[in-house]
Nanobody, 124 residues
């Protein structure tokens, strides 16, 4: 069965960095686009970034563009989210999600599998 397991969350100071990982199993990882989304306290789920199956194209929400970098290693079945210049507004539960195909949707209801999430807290 499909499994997505996030890791790498934690506490960071404003201006700091964290790198999230999402280990995938149960499907042909190299055939599907993947995305990251987040949910801040009291807010809805927000799409953050996506990457095509071969890593050739990446997309970002305006709120993280220039600060976050998505990448993937198809040999390791893992997708990453490098987060730099963090602000308290980045505090959220971060999820990775599998696309039903090799396309990236910004609407979170378009994704068919989700991980359990990893908490990111940005605070001094």
């Amino acid at each position: 069965q499909v499994q997505l397991v996030e890791s790498g969350g934690g506490l960071a100071q404003p201006g700091g960095s964290l790198r999230l990982s999402c280990a995938a199993s149960g499907f042909t990882f190299s055939s599907y686009a993947m995305s990251w989304a987040r949910q801040a306290p009291g807010k809805g789920l927000e799409w953050v970034s996506g990457i095509y199956s071969d890593g050739s194209k990446t997309y970002y929400a305006d709120s993280v563009k220039g600060r976050f970098t998505i990448s993937r290693d198809n040999a390791k079945n893992t997708v990453y989210l490098q987060m730099d210049s963090l602000t308290p507004e980045d505090t959220a539960l971060y999820y990775c999600a599998k696309s039903p195909g090799d396309y990236i949707a910004t609407m979170t209801d378009q994704y068919d599998y989700w991980g359990q999430g990893t908490q990111v807290t940005v605070s001094s």
